[in-house]
C-alpha cells in the first residue's frame, strides 16, 4: 500500500464517520419521535464543508506540481 493510499484511506474514515454518525442520530430521533431535520441538515453541511475543504487542498497540492 502506497503512502497516498493510507492517507485516502484515514481520511475517507475522517470524513464518512462523523457524517454516518449524524446520519445516524436523526434515524434515532426519528423513532424516538423528535426532531430529526437538524441531525441531517448537519450531516449534509459536514459533508459539503469537508468536500469543499478537500477540494481546496487538492487544487492547492496541483499549483505546486
Given at each position: 500500500?502506497?503512502?497516498?493510499?493510507?492517507?485516502?484511506?484515514?481520511?475517507?474514515?475522517?470524513?464518512?464517520?462523523?457524517?454516518?454518525?449524524?446520519?445516524?442520530?436523526?434515524?434515532?430521533?426519528?423513532?424516538?419521535?423528535?426532531?430529526?431535520?437538524?441531525?441531517?441538515?448537519?450531516?449534509?453541511?459536514?459533508?459539503?464543508?469537508s468536500g469543499l475543504v478537500s477540494m481546496a487542498v487538492s487544487s492547492r497540492f496541483d499549483e505546486h506540481r
Amino acid at each position: 500500500m502506497t503512502k497516498e493510499t493510507s492517507i485516502a484511506r484515514v481520511l475517507l474514515v475522517l470524513v464518512f464517520a462523523p457524517a454516518g454518525g449524524l446520519f445516524g442520530k436523526a434515524a434515532a430521533e426519528v423513532a424516538a419521535g423528535r426532531h430529526w431535520w437538524p441531525w441531517l441538515l448537519a450531516a449534509l453541511v459536514w459533508l459539503v464543508v469537508s468536500g469543499l475543504v478537500s477540494m481546496a487542498v487538492s487544487s492547492r497540492f496541483d499549483e505546486h506540481r
